[in-house]
């Protein structure tokens, strides 16, 4: 989680980072931060898996963990959902996001799962890792205009 906490720092506007870290080696393969003011798709973990698969191609998946500093947003969750990451941890919860100012669809990485079950069976949703630090980030994080 501090791998994705450093690439958070890099939009103090909005703080999302994430990393993609093979598990066995610990190594990290992909790293984002949210770039949405570039692209609407770009939020930190889809920008970490487009990283990781220029890196070592759109393979492996199984073999790695997903970390992001907020609680995925559906999109970002579908795309892991597609990719068949097995296990994806989060800091800052959907409500500190919101608390903060940021607009949320109000669909949750678990609800996203669970309409997932028939094909998606994830090893581990781990929700609240370094959150009190997230969620200084996000609630006091530099506003827009």
């Known amino acids: ?22 598990e066995a080696s610990g190594e990290v393969r ?3 931060v949210n770039m949405s003011i570039e692209n609407s798709m ?6 970490a898996m487009n990283d990781c698969v220029a890196r070592y191609g759109n ?3 199984q073999e790695c963990t997903l970390y992001t500093t907020g609680e995925p947003c559906s999109m970002c969750t579908s795309a892991m ?4 990451i097995p296990r994806i941890v ?3 919860s959907m409500n500190t996001i919101k608390a903060a100012g ?3 669809i109000e669909l ?6 669970e309409r997932s079950k028939s094909f998606y069976r994830p090893e581990a949703l781990v929700a609240g890792v370094l959150a009190a630090e997230t969620d200084r980030m996000l609630l006091h994080r530099e506003r827009d205009g």
């Open 59 to 61: 393979r492996g998946w």
């Open 102 to 104: 940021i607009n949320q």
């Open 30 to 32: 992909g790293r984002g």
């Open 108 to 113: 949750s990485v678990i609800e996203v799962v």
């Open 90 to 92: 989060w800091a800052s």
């Open 42 to 47: 770009y939020h930190g973990e889809v920008v």
């Open 81 to 84: 959902v597609w990719a068949g």
């Open 1 to 22: 989680m501090r791998f994705a906490i450093e690439e958070a720092k890099k939009n103090p506007a909005y703080p999302f980072g994430a990393v993609v870290v093979h």
